[in-house]
């Protein structure tokens, strides 16, 4: 499975935009890029996913590097309701209908006023 | 819509005991999976499932740990007989197929004396 690597954890003022890094380098041509956030004491919640291309939705944007070596997820209005836990996954999905995403610990998002 | 319904919420029981969890997933999802979060981790996927068979058990400890999906639509995680280490929280999640992005429910909290 491909690894990610992301930082154990970042602050951020109320109001202004969060970048959360992530490095996936050993990724495959066909593995997606997916985000999910896990707030204290919830179950974790799907925010974005990608393969090539930059993504938007209402949530976040993803932006993948050409190399798809890395992405970046950005909140860009963060709120004291966007402090969790940021999980980046490749997720591989694999014959017979598997599809499996390997959690790591992610990124603590403290926002803060 | 409902969410991914779990429960117990909390359960707390000593070493040897069994303990059961349910799920039920979001209606019309073929797809659901049930993971296991430690204190301080990421989660951990246990079992797949897609309607009611199995794709990837390679991660569930079957001397101890059953699952099962009868009728592909809810589910239940047995744990036979539990020990020390067993204590985390369990996630149930779910997805239209399995290509597509998982919900998660709130998990039930495990604890082993």
């Known amino acids: 499975d491909a690894k990610t690597t992301q930082p154990p954890s970042m602050d951020c003022a109320e109001g202004r935009a969060a970048n959360l890094p992530c490095n996936h380098s050993?990724?495959?041509?066909?593995?997606?890029v997916y985000w999910y956030r896990q707030i204290h004491s919830q179950g974790p919640q799907y925010i974005i996913h990608g393969l090539k291309n930059n993504e938007t939705n209402e949530m976040a944007s993803l932006i993948i590097t050409e190399d798809r070596k890395s992405s970046t997820l950005i909140l860009p209005h963060a709120t004291l309701r966007d402090t969790a836990v940021y999980y980046c996954i490749v997720r591989v999905t694999f014959t017979g209908g598997g599809n499996k995403l390997t959690f790591g610990t992610g990124t603590q998002l403290k926002v803060e006023l | 819509e409902a969410g991914v319904a779990q429960s117990p919420r909390y359960k707390i029981i000593e070493k040897r005991q069994s303990v059961a969890f349910w799920c039920n997933p979001i209606s019309g999802h073929a797809t659901l999976y049930w993971y296991q979060q430690i204190l301080g981790q990421g989660p951990k996927l246990l079992i797949q499932?897609?309607?009611?068979?199995?794709?990837?058990d390679s991660q569930l400890p079957k001397d101890r740990f059953s699952a099962e999906r009868l009728k592909g639509v809810d589910s239940t995680l047995k744990i036979q007989p539990a020990k020390l280490e067993d204590s985390a929280v369990y996630l149930c999640a779910s997805s239209l197929e399995y290509y597509n992005e998982q919900f998660f429910g709130p998990g039930t909290r495990l604890t082993v004396l």
């Open positions: 499932f897609q309607n009611n068979g199995v794709v990837d």
């Open positions: 050993t990724i495959s041509g066909n593995e997606y």
